[in-house]
């Protein structure tokens, strides 16, 4: 894969806080000790002090806020643990659903090792709202926003919704082929057709925080290729 140059994912720049647009498939930490890119060694080559204020899953692109310095990632820390960050995301879910602001909150529990469930007895407190944005035959475009912030969150209560997010196999969202939109569509004898998109389709669209005190700012991440290609294709094939 090919590892972008940190200064262009930049979306936002002050002498405390950067901004970026998360590219798909690099981790937000290190996971485990090894040599594997992510955005924290990305940051840290960038500003020696850099700090990841909050986590995107790996397949995740988006808006992710890096502090500069100790005293910013404190300010926005505090932000997120008060959850006064507001958070927008985008996702392609399967089947038309219109979602007009519903509220989910079942409470999720992290059971270890990348894996969560709902359970109301010892999960923890989740909420998201969810709103449709744009209709297909087979799929929605929608916005989500989660008030917490608990691992998988908006994918699995989605799920809860029989919703699942394209792509997003262990939540039984399925990849979304060209051959399942396009009529007429043919792959040639011997060839193994890719999915559109090699992921889930989750993006984190818009961040609004405060930088300092007294000033808040909304940063707005452009889609990525891959999630752009497929609502062209559903908007060409699938309206």
């Known amino acids: 894969m090919k590892i972008p ?9 002050n002498p405390d806080i950067i901004v ?7 981790s937000s930490l290190d996971e485990r000790e090894g040599g594997e890119i992510n955005m924290l060694r990305l940051a840290k080559a960038y500003s020696a002090d850099a700090q990841i204020c909050h986590r995107l899953d790996k397949e995740t692109s988006g808006a992710l806020i890096i502090a500069k310095n100790p005293e910013a990632y404190r300010l926005v820390s505090m932000q997120f ?3 006064k960050v507001k958070k927008i ?3 392609i879910i399967e089947g038309t659903h219109t979602f007009d602001d519903l509220t989910i909150d079942l409470p999720i529990l992290n059971a270890g ?14 909420e998201t709202h969810f709103q449709s944005l744009k209709y297909f035959k087979h ?4 916005e989500c926003r989660p008030v917490t912030g608990r691992m998988h969150q908006i994918r699995i209560h989605l799920a809860t919704q029989r919703a699942s997010i394209a792509g997003d196999e262990m939540y039984k969202g399925e990849p ?23 992921r889930f389709a989750l993006h984190a669209y818009e961040v609004t925080f ?18 752009d290609t497929l609502l062209k294709l559903l908007e060409k094939f699938d309206s």
């Open 5 to 13: 140059k940190f200064q262009d994912l930049i979306l936002f720049e």
């Open 20 to 26: 970026v647009n998360k590219p798909p498939f690099i």
């Open 81 to 83: 643990e008060r959850r």
């Open 89 to 91: 995301y985008h996702a």
């Open 113 to 126: 090792k990348g894996n969560v469930t709902i359970s109301r007895q010892e999960g923890k407190k989740a």
């Open 139 to 142: 799929y929605t475009l929608v």
């Open 176 to 198: 979304v082929f060209l051959s399942k939109i396009k009529r007429g569509y043919r792959i040639g004898k011997d060839q193994e057709e890719l999915p559109i998109m090699k």
């Open 210 to 227: 405060k930088i300092d005190e007294s000033n808040e700012v909304t940063i707005h991440a452009p889609y990525p290729k891959d999630f």
